[in-house]
């Protein structure tokens, strides 16, 4: 096998395994999904959650460094395996915020 089909080989696989349609690039946030400021602050919130810290929760998002997602319109910025950058769109502003991916599907 020559060098040119190897990468082409590898490139045919990957377009099989990852799914690239089962993403929005905009579209509205369905469930009980949290947008932050920061990654770092995303990251807080997770822990929060998968210790189920309700004070740590309710203190991130009463401080406006989280939002509830759940129902508002958003957009793409930046697409990462686990963590996205989108914009949110609330009346006539919007937001810069970060989330879990699985929140754009």
């Not at 009980?32 to 807080?44: F, I, R, S, V």
Request: proline share 2%.
């Amino acid at each position: 096998m020559t060098l040119f089909y190897k990468p082409l080989i590898v490139i045919l696989l990957l377009s099989i395994f990852i799914p690239v349609s089962s993403y929005a690039q905009t579209g509205k946030i369905k469930g009980a999904y949290a947008g932050c400021t920061t990654k770092q602050l995303l990251d807080e919130f997770i822990t929060a959650a998968s210790k189920n810290d309700l004070r740590h929760i309710n203190a991130l998002l009463y401080s406006s460094d989280c939002i509830n997602l759940d129902g508002l319109q958003f957009s793409i910025v930046d697409r990462g395996f686990v963590k996205s950058q989108i914009r949110v769109y609330v009346n006539n502003t919007s937001l810069l915020l970060w989330t879990v991916t699985e929140a754009t599907r």
